[in-house]
């Protein structure tokens, strides 16, 4: 269980760090994103809370990607993510959750201040850290 999160946790890292080094230009708004899923199982979707309750239950860890379409580095984060899906380890999930759409209630639940945060579940859907 912790190798896995050590995994995922620096997984999410490494797309930080990649996606930290572009620029900040923001790209136009576009219609939800569809469900890509890597050859490893790795899974990267739109938030839906009834798929976090599903994941929360599936004994695989997940992360849920705190996001705003007006921020660039949210945006690159974004494309560094589906660019290196195949890097991440195998059957686990981020959940792109968009600002905007998300319920106050939601984002004090766990804690989050403001986008462009990555909230981190280990394999019993407990979380485990804020990135």
Do not use: H
């Not at 896995?4 to 219609?31: E, K, M, R, Y």
């Not at 994103?33 to 809370?49: M, R």
């Not at 004090?108 to 909230?119: A, H, I, M, N, P």
């Amino acid at each position: 269980m912790k190798r896995t999160l050590i995994l995922v946790g620096g997984a999410i890292c490494a797309s930080l760090l990649l996606a930290s080094c572009g620029t900040n230009t923001v790209s136009s708004p576009s219609a939800q994103q569809e469900n890509a899923v890597a050859s490893n199982g790795f899974t990267y979707a739109d938030y839906a809370s009834s798929t976090e309750k599903s994941l929360a239950a599936s004994g695989e860890p997940y992360a849920i990607f705190w996001a705003s379409k007006s921020c660039g580095t949210c945006e690159g984060k974004d494309k560094e993510i589906k660019a290196n899906m195949s890097d991440f380890p195998e059957n686990t999930t981020i959940l792109r959750a968009e600002w905007d759409n998300m319920s106050d209630e939601m984002k004090e639940k766990y804690g989050v201040v403001k986008y462009d945060t990555f909230t981190v579940f280990d394999d019993s859907g407990e979380f485990e850290s804020m990135r």
